[in-house]
């Protein structure tokens, strides 16, 4: 089984988004976050594939963000830095019965279903699939087996991760397929590209894939506020 698992916080103001809540305020950047994690499960909800929500504690079990969610599948993250409750996570995906897994985070609204999807193609061939963002980090961690490797010594928070991953896959002695480069929405830069990207979205009559409706919604009543 093919499973795509969203590591997400809780949408509680100032525990998410702090860099960005430093230009908006708190709240706003905490409804930000929680219309990411919306427009994520809703683009998901369209693919031939498991989605598991990968929350950060029992307590957000609890937040009326995560109910209602239909076929998703909850899990708490276990205890640890990052890497340590990535490497659990996963580990624990594998076991259960997935055939390949896909790890990505809450702060890419505008990922779509082509890049899931290049990224389970991409296993067909390839032991993993990586997709770098443009700050050095990744959106996108795909793996067809777990490798307890990939997630010991890097240096979680900062530009050197993506390449840090990458020297522990030659390491491994692991295949990778290295996907199309991909941003988060950390700040305020991050913001006016993303608002530059969903124009360019608008404008191409071509486009296929769903809008991200309540990132657009928020941007607007941001807009509006400012």
Known sequence: MKE???FAKAPVPGKVKTRLAATVGPDTAAKG???FISDL????GGLDAKTVLAVGSKADLDHDAFQNLGDVEIVVQPEGDL???LSEITRLRFDGGASRVLLIGTDSPTLGRLQIENAFDALQTHEVALGPTFD?????????????????????????VANATLDALINQELSVQILEYWYDVDTNEDLRFLRFQLKA???DDSRT???????????????QRH
């Open 201 to 203: 979205f608008l404008c």
């Open 41 to 44: 499960l809703t683009m998901l």
């Open 83 to 85: 890497g340590e409750r």
């Open 33 to 35: 976050h929680r219309a």
């Open 136 to 160: 050095g980090g990744y959106y996108l961690l795909g793996l067809k087996k777990f490798n307890e490797h990939l997630f010991k010594g890097i240096p979680w928070s900062t530009s050197e």
């Open 4 to 6: 795509v698992v969203v």
């Open 209 to 223: 894939e769903p809008l991200p409706q309540a990132t657009i919604a928020w941007l607007n009543e941001l807009d």
